[in-house]
């Protein structure tokens, strides 16, 4: 009896864990990479657009 309630307090503990702390941090990542790329790209462009401009 007491390994089952030993095994459900630990999956629910686990679960707590990846939609707690795991997701959010990973939504948070994928949030900046994407901040992070958009940046880049309009860096890019910019420098295409001025450098196209120049000649």
């Avoid at 939504?27 to 994407?34: H, S, T, V």
Wanted: hydrophobic letters at 75%; zero cysteines.
């Amino acid at each position: 009896m007491g390994r089952t309630v030993m095994a459900v307090l630990g999956g629910i503990l686990a679960l707590y864990v990846v939609f707690g702390l795991v997701l959010p941090a990973l939504f948070g990542l994928f949030k900046f990479l994407f901040v992070l790329a958009f940046v880049a790209f309009l860096v890019v462009a910019a420098v295409t657009v001025a450098a196209r401009l120049s000649r």
